[in-house]
T-cell receptor, first 114, second 111 residues
Framework: AQSVAQPEDQVNVAEGNPLTVKCTYS??????LFWYVQYPNRGLQFLLK??????LVKGSYGFEAEFNKSQTSFHLKKPSALVSDSALYFC????????????FGKGTRLSVIA | NAGVTQTPKFQVLKTGQSMTLQCAQD?????MYWYRQDPGMGLRLIYY???????DKGEVPNGYNVSRLNKREFSLRLESAAPSQTSVYFC??????????FGPGTRLTVL
């Protein structure tokens, strides 16, 4: 069975600094990996995904994530954080083979301080 | 194109009452899902439907039933609500290997 770990409940970063939100995963075979963002009292919004190809994936709002197969990681990054990036971020994984459901991490709350 | 819609947005039930959460999508997606979100727990899959006419249990199916009425609609039913089912419920739809589209959520409180 697949699983996702987001080791940090909370990440604080100053506006303009780079940010990283960590994610590691476990899955049989090749993974499909996703990042979602949730703003207060809203549903989840898709940010980016890794299916195959380049290990560095670029997504919405200037975010990117790097797939590292040897470390089974898919960390979310942004070169320069904005206050408006403050939200709850979820990493998710499903197995590439078969139509397996998506499994989510517990979420990391990002606070960007002006 | 409304995406994924859910009704109601808010609901308060008493223990033992029943209710159905409605979900519809207009993107012609085969797969639909019901998740619950609890603080510190992330999203947990309750049930999913890979295609019209099929449903499967997820991680936390106990106390729930689902119906895939047609390709567009996927409802979640609580037959006898319990306080442990107080949560925010999200419906989602997708095609395999692609990102999921989530509805706005239903905030349910069971007293």
């Amino acid at each position: 069975a697949q699983s996702v770990a987001q080791p940090e409940d909370q990440v604080n970063v100053a506006e303009g600094n780079p940010l990283t939100v960590k994610c590691t995963y476990s899955v049989s075979g090749n993974p499909y990996l996703f990042w979602y963002v949730q703003y207060p009292n809203r549903g989840l919004q898709f940010l980016l995904k890794y299916i195959t190809g380049d290990n560095l994936v670029k997504g919405s709002y200037g975010f990117e994530a790097e797939f590292n197969k040897s470390q089974t990681s898919f960390h979310l990054k942004k070169p320069s954080a904005l206050v408006s990036d403050s939200a709850l971020y979820f990493c998710a994984v499903s197995a590439a083979s078969g139509n397996t459901p998506l499994v989510f991490g517990k979420g990391t709350r990002l606070s960007v301080i002006a | 194109n409304a995406g994924v819609t859910q009704t109601p947005k808010f609901q308060v039930l008493k223990t033992g009452q029943s209710m159905t959460l409605q979900c519809a999508q207009d993107m012609n997606h085969n797969s639909m899902y019901w998740y619950r979100q609890d603080p510190g727990m992330g999203l947990r899959l309750i049930y999913y439907s890979a295609s019209e006419g099929t449903t499967d249990k997820g991680e936390v199916p106990n106390g729930y039933n689902v119906s895939r009425l047609n390709k567009r609609e996927f409802s979640l039913r609580l037959e006898s609500a319990a306080p442990s089912q107080t949560s925010v419920y999200f419906c989602a739809s997708s095609v395999p290997g692609q990102g999921k589209y989530f509805g706005p959520g239903t905030r349910l409180t069971v007293l």
